[in-house]
């Protein structure tokens, strides 16, 4: 799994319905699962310019099987997989995963390819026909973090997610964002 991800030993189970563990969920965490608007707005506006970006992994390799079926994507062929941590002066905010591939990347005319430490939310939401298709989400074990994301972060609980599926002039993208317990406490 470490060729695939930084992130996962193992991909996380996902879930398109709410659960009864979801509804039970503190109101300041289920505002970031449910959030519809761009996450680095928000963050943004909390954060400022303490708000950062750091690239964990930028790769060609193919995705996870449960992706590529989300994404109607053979299961072997290449995606751009980018998966970042959001902070705010060093504090982990987010972990995110985005699965780009390649016909979505050369409708957006490589802006997607070449980010860096740019938000991704910056470039997709300036997109005027931005679709968002589905949305799913996910309770991630700490078993299923990598070793280095489990060092480094300390992942000693479920770390709650979501995935949203979105396209661009009709091409689909997927992002996963993890949100880590420092969002959650006051500013």
Same mark, same amino acid.
Request: hydrophobic share 35%; net charge positive; proline share 12%.
């Given at each position: 799994m470490p060729d695939k991800s930084f992130l996962f030993k193992r991909p996380p189970l996902w879930s398109a319905h709410e659960t009864a563990a979801q509804r039970q969920l503190a109101?300041?965490?289920?505002s970031w699962l449910n959030e519809t608007g761009s996450l680095t707005r928000r963050l943004r506006g909390i954060y400022g310019n303490r708000f950062g970006v750091e690239l964990l992994f930028h790769r060609w390799k193919p995705a996870?099987?449960? *992706?590529? !079926?989300?994404?109607?994507?053979?299961? $072997?062929?290449?995606?751009?997989?980018?998966?970042?941590?959001?902070h705010a002066d060093g504090r982990p905010l987010v972990l995110a995963r985005t699965?780009?591939?390649?016909?979505?990347?050369?409708?957006?005319?490589?802006n997607l390819s070449h980010l860096g430490n740019r938000p991704l939310g910056e470039v997709i939401f300036?997109?005027?026909?931005? *679709?968002? !298709?589905?949305?799913?989400?996910?309770? $991630?074990?700490?078993?299923q973090w990598s070793t280095a994301v489990q060092t480094r972060l300390s992942m000693a609980g479920p770390t709650w997610g979501r995935r949203t599926e979105y396209a661009i002039h009709g091409h689909p993208l997927l992002v996963a964002e993890f949100f880590l317990p420092a969002l959650l406490q006051k500013v």
């Open positions: 109101p300041e965490l289920q996870f099987n449960d *992706e590529c !079926r989300l994404l109607a994507l053979p299961p $072997a062929r290449y995606q751009l997989i980018r998966e970042v941590l959001l699965v780009l591939p390649d016909p979505t990347i050369k409708i957006a005319h490589r300036a997109y005027p026909d931005l *679709e968002r !298709r589905r949305r799913q989400f996910s309770r $991630a074990e700490p078993n």
